[in-house]
């Protein structure tokens, strides 16, 4: 520890229980679920400040992965720096990570050739081979209903 000044430290502390291996902030909490603490002008999640406290800034583009899975939990040995990527592979029950681990389409193409569009329910993975079948489909089918109406 060394990174927050002695007062701020004991503030910190006096929102922490000890349950079992976590150390549970008892403090205000977001709607995610994560402690906040207002620290140095602003408000900071209290995962965050733990990490900081114990091993300096957080590296640019990684994000702090509680290994123990639980939101609330300040021990800074239950958190590690990861990239967005692995923090969402991690939470194997988060749909983003059922969908990140997939390797092939619903029809068993692989997702080498994919791409992206962006929609009505965010972006979404699209396999290139099932979406120009399905373009072959539909402009057969408008040739079709064309060729009715002459």
Known sequence: MGNLTTPERERFMLRVRRDSDCLVWTGPLDKDGYGFFYL???NRRAHRV????????????MVINHVCRNRACVNAQHLQVVTIRENVLK???AV????ARK?????????DRVYRKSGDRGHQRYCSICEAAKSRRLQAKWRAEDKLKV
């Open 40 to 42: 140095r002008r602003k």
């Open 50 to 61: 733990a990490w900081y406290d114990m091993h300096g800034e957080i590296p640019e583009g």
């Open 91 to 93: 939470d194997s029950a």
């Open 96 to 99: 983003s990570a059922i969908n």
């Open 103 to 111: 390797t092939h389409c619903k029809r068993g193409h692989p997702f």
